[in-house]
């Protein structure tokens, strides 16, 4: 069972960040299927998928652990460990894609982006269910 409430305002901007980024990744995947559409400039289109996905998993996780009253250390480590694991993915193990820290840049930019929305969440968000 829950043990906070979110405030409306904050599950709004949680709803608008989270499908903003699911239609960067799309933007991305239909550029990837047909190359005629560039819905985005390619410097962009070339690393935004790290940065949604990284996002989006970050803020997922960090909401649900907020709302069942968990601490921002099991996110900020967690975050930490996304960071870790797209520099070490993009520099040592390129096996989907070349080797590209840019990449890991653009994933590292989307958790720090989560986070600063999850610490307002923690600090002005969150109401205890009564």
């Not at 520099?87 to 930019?109: K, R």
């Not at 610490?119 to 002005?124: D, I, Q």
Request: net charge positive; with cysteine; aromatic share 14%.
């Amino acid at each position: 069972m829950a043990k906070y409430e979110v405030k409306k305002k904050y599950v709004i901007i949680y709803s608008c960040i989270f499908f903003a980024c699911f239609l960067l990744a799309l933007c991305r995947w239909l550029n990837s299927i047909y190359p005629n559409i560039v819905l985005l400039p390619n410097a962009i289109l070339l690393h935004i998928t790290n940065f949604s996905l990284s996002l989006m998993l970050l803020l997922t996780f960090g909401f649900t652990v907020l709302v069942f009253g968990g601490t921002m250390k099991t996110i900020t480590i967690t975050g930490l460990l996304i960071i870790a694991f797209n520099i070490v993915y993009e520099i040592l193990f390129p096996i989907m894609n070349t080797s590209d820290i840019v990449d890991a840049l653009f994933g590292t930019l989307g958790v720090v982006l989560a986070y600063l929305y999850l610490t307002r969440l923690k600090v002005n968000g969150l109401i205890i269910k009564q």
